[in-house]
């Protein structure tokens, strides 16, 4: 079992900056990927950024890429996500997830998931 916890979430103004953590615990050895989603009101849950636990590797949406960035602290077993510029279009509940699977964009290939934390951006 894989627990995942978020936090960092608020209020923020458009343009401004945030940083999400997610503490990982348990045995997630087999979970190499870690992910972020975000689900804003009445829409479907959808991918933001990934990266490799092992390389570092990242790969991020195309509505953030250029904005957002995704980075891991192994020693911490915390990933992050940093975001700037934001927009009210970036607000929605954020959440950490894990998978088996590089390069998983999609909600059924992540295996475990955190409870969430919302960002709210007002312009």
């Known amino acids: 079992q894989v627990q995942l916890v978020e936090s960092g979430g608020g209020s923020v103004q458009a343009g401004g900056s945030r940083t999400l953590s997610c503490a990982a615990s348990g045995q997630f050895f087999s979970s190499p990927v870690m992910g972020w989603f975000r689900q804003a009101p009445g829409k479907e849950r959808e991918f933001v950024a990934l990266?490799?636990?092992?390389?570092?590797?990242?790969f991020l949406a195309d509505s953030v890429r250029g904005r957002f960035t995704i980075s891991r602290d192994n020693g911490k077993n915390t990933v992050y996500l940093q975001m700037s510029s934001l927009k009210a279009d970036d607000t929605a509940v954020y959440y950490c997830a894990a998978s088996r699977k590089w390069m998983a964009t999609m909600t059924s290939e992540y295996e475990y998931w955190g409870q969430g934390t919302q960002v709210t951006v007002s312009s």
């Open positions: 990266v490799s636990r092992s390389s570092g590797d990242t």
